[in-house]
């Protein structure tokens, strides 16, 4: 006797022999998945594993942490501070003598990293592949720009004044104001 219950007669005609249960790719099917890998490959994986981008956002992000920074270090030790826009990167300088009246000018004093008491608040870093560029309330480039105690921005002239920045490069184009009257940054 048979396991199956047919009748016998398919057993001795060799007519109904169990067929194997083939689950595969066929050939194309396998070539289609590879041609088509290697095109998502050479598109997208430059794009993906470039550090370009990281770079540039890195490099935006220290410099509005900067200014926030120096905001706060302005408000909080009662003396003005300088952001200064360099064709490498930026830093932050306070006033020397603020004490002084009427205010002296000297900004040699550098201020120095949160998180890194030991290191000065400099980035000469900037990735070659962004460009910054700051205007002033008035249309005028504003490469250094002052935080006063009360918060508010001033250009070089000593005038309260909004600054724009406009960050453009190969992966990343941003814009954010510092407002005038507070030095918020958004």
Known sequence: MHDNHLPAKFYLNNQCKPRPNYKAFTLIELVMVIVLIGLLATVVGPRFFSLTSFNEKLYIQDLLSG?????LTAEVSNCRVQFNLQANGFELKQNQDCQLVPLSNNFSFTVKRPSEPDQA????????????????????????????PSGMVTNAAGTQSSILLTFTGAEVSENFTIEGGTGFVH
């Open 121 to 148: 608040y400099i980035n000469v870093e900037k990735p070659s592949t962004i460009s910054v560029t700051s205007i002033d309330g008035g249309g005028l480039p504003a490469s250094s720009f002052f935080f006063l």
């Open 67 to 71: 200014l926030r920074y120096a905001r």
